[in-house]
């Protein structure tokens, strides 16, 4: 009776495991992407937004020395506006364009604005 139980749970169990097997390929984003970091790096400015191709980022102002960790920004040629927080994307400090590479990480330090 024991041999019969062994037999039947090495069986099963292997059966148990791989059918529970999700498959995630559905949720990947097949387009090129690159990290971004921008960091806040002019201590005498205000808090500042950040937006990327006119989206914005950040969900709170910016202050000195914080930053937005690592994006996943769309690789090719983006646009990158810091402005005073809470002013739009009307009157950018700086406004740049980067092009960026699949599957390179970057660091913007947002400095002398």
Known sequence: MKNWMKLMLLTVLP????AS???DDDDLDLTDQAN???V???PDA???DLYVDDAKVNNAALNYLDNIGYL???AGNRNFKVTAAGTGTGSPVINA???LIEDMSY???AADI
């Not at 059966?15 to 791989?18: A, K, Y």
């Open 21 to 23: 097997c999700d498959d």
């Open 72 to 74: 996943n920004v769309e």
């Open 15 to 18: 059966t148990v495991f791989l």
């Open 40 to 42: 806040h790096a002019s």
């Open 107 to 109: 660091t913007i330090f």
């Open 46 to 48: 205000p808090g500042i």
């Open 97 to 99: 364009d980067v092009n």
């Open 36 to 38: 971004v970091m921008i």
